[in-house]
C-alpha cells in the first residue's frame, strides 16, 4: 500500500488544522488506516485510528480534540485537529494495514507545528 499525506503546516495555538491521506493498492491493507505522530527524540506513538466499518480510537491526549474519519471509496484518511496546543508539535504519519494495531505501511511524514 502507499500512502502520501497533505495537509500539514504552521498554526497558532487554539487553532485548526486538516490532515489527509490517500491510499493505493490493496484493499485488505487498508482495512485499518491511522495517524501516528513522532516527537523529537521519541518512539512513534498513537494519535487515532479507524477501521473500514469506522471504528475508531484515540489516544487520550487528542480525544475531545482531534477527529478521524475516512472516505472508503476515496480510500483516504483524515485527521481534523482543533485546539491545537504546541505540544501537538510532532511529524504526523499516515499508516495502514489489516488491523488498527497492525499498521505496517507507511506515508512519508508531515510536519504539524503549534506556534505563536
Known amino acids: 500500500v502507499q500512502l502520501q499525506a497533505s495537509g500539514g503546516g504552521l498554526v497558532q495555538p487554539g487553532g485548526s488544522l486538516r490532515l489527509s491521506c490517500a491510499a493505493s493498492?490493496?484493499?485488505?491493507?487498508?482495512?485499518?488506516m491511522g495517524w501516528y505522530r513522532q516527537f523529537p527524540g521519541k518512539q512513534r506513538e498513537l494519535v487515532a485510528t479507524?477501521?473500514?466499518?469506522?471504528?475508531?480510537n484515540y489516544a487520550d491526549s487528542v480525544k475531545g480534540r482531534f477527529t478521524i474519519s475516512r472516505d472508503n471509496a476515496k480510500n483516504t484518511v483524515y485527521l481534523q485537529m482543533n485546539s491545537l496546543k504546541p505540544e501537538d508539535t510532532a511529524v504526523y504519519y499516515c499508516?495502514?494495514?489489516?488491523?488498527?494495531?497492525?499498521?505496517?505501511?507507511w506515508g512519508q511524514g508531515t510536519q504539524v507545528t503549534v506556534s505563536s
Open positions: 493498492g490493496s484493499i485488505v491493507g487498508t482495512k485499518a
Open positions: 479507524i477501521t473500514s466499518y469506522g471504528s475508531t
Open positions: 499508516g495502514a494495514g489489516p488491523t488498527p494495531w497492525g499498521l505496517r505501511d
